[in-house]
């Protein structure tokens, strides 16, 4: 008789309503956590990934781009996904809205002589809002835009060469062509074949200019400039290249006579028949 009271006594105050309300209460703070806080951060964690696996993929297009350019492989296809962002071609026709991204010129200071004029190279660009960076194939090289902040990175370089023994220089210019803009999300197919090989070769005896002129809306100025002087060796608005965005090859101009200057420019067409 004393224990069955003694476990009465124990229940009282005991209800389950009141239990349910605080588990469910637990159950909906919970949710409310990983929806606030958790949710969020996979979203970022998942935009990161894509970026990173948009960088590699653009570095594949380049190999490919290469493999057509520079060992004549007559075309290229490569199937990738594109995450949480577009891929979109802007050709390197200047006829075409919007204008392709950067123009190159190439002149010697002194003779009159325009070596290249208005090089378009077009561009093959990765563009991710959610991201806040773009990620472009131009002319040979992979450049990472900050689309918030100025500033860009170049992930993967174009193949140029500069060799100060024999005073020779190699540049190669890549056009991206195609018959009109082409955007694509989810998963791509990209389809490339080889154009026009035009191939120049000249031996300068003054000052050699390169000019860079970028998309004030696509910028990526930094990269390429820190390019062209960190690894190119060029040198800004020197000798009489003095235009705007306008670079002195390195070439040892002391001696032109004992020491020939040599410039090759190769000048390749990509056509991307489909995305």
């Known amino acids: 008789m004393t224990d069955e009271y003694n476990k009465k006594a124990g229940e009282n105050g005991v209800s389950e309503s009141i239990g349910f309300l605080l588990i469910f209460s637990m159950v909906i703070v919970g949710i ?19 970026k990173q696996i948009m960088q590699k993929n653009m570095i594949v297009l380049q ?21 949480s962002g577009a891929l979109t071609v802007y050709p390197s026709d200047p006829s075409l809205t919007p204008a392709p991204t950067s123009i190159i010129s190439i002149r010697e200071e002194g ?19 959610s991201a806040g960076a773009d990620i472009s194939l131009q002319n040979g090289a992979v450049v990472m835009r900050n689309i918030i902040e100025p500033g860009s990175v170049m992930l993967a370089q174009p193949r140029w ?3 100060g023994t024999t005073n020779s220089m190699v540049i190669n210019l890549i056009a ?44 990526y100025q930094v990269a390429w400039d820190n390019y062209f ?19 002195l090859l ?26």
């Open 161 to 163: 060469f500069y060799d």
């Open 111 to 129: 003779v009159g002589s325009d070596y290249v004029t208005d090089f378009y190279s077009g561009d093959l660009r990765y563009t991710s809002t």
């Open 176 to 219: 991206l062509n195609s018959t009109d803009k082409i955007s694509r999300s989810g998963v791509g197919n990209i389809q490339m074949t080889m154009g026009e090989t035009q191939y120049l070769e000249y031996s300068p005896v003054n000052d050699v200019c390169l000019q860079y002129t970028p998309d004030s809306t696509e910028s």
């Open 229 to 247: 002087v960190n690894t190119m060796k060029m040198t800004p608005g020197a000798g009489r290249c003095t235009n705007t965005n306008e670079y």
């Open 63 to 83: 190999n490919d781009v290469k493999s057509l350019t520079y060992k004549t492989v007559p075309y290229k296809e490569t199937m990738l996904n594109i995450g």
């Open 250 to 275: 390195p070439f040892d101009y002391t001696n032109p006579g004992s020491r020939p200057l040599h410039l090759i420019i190769k000048k390749y067409d990509v056509n991307i028949i489909s995305l």
């Open 32 to 50: 409310g956590l990983v929806t606030l806080y958790g949710y969020p951060m996979l979203l970022q964690q998942q935009t990161s990934a894509d």
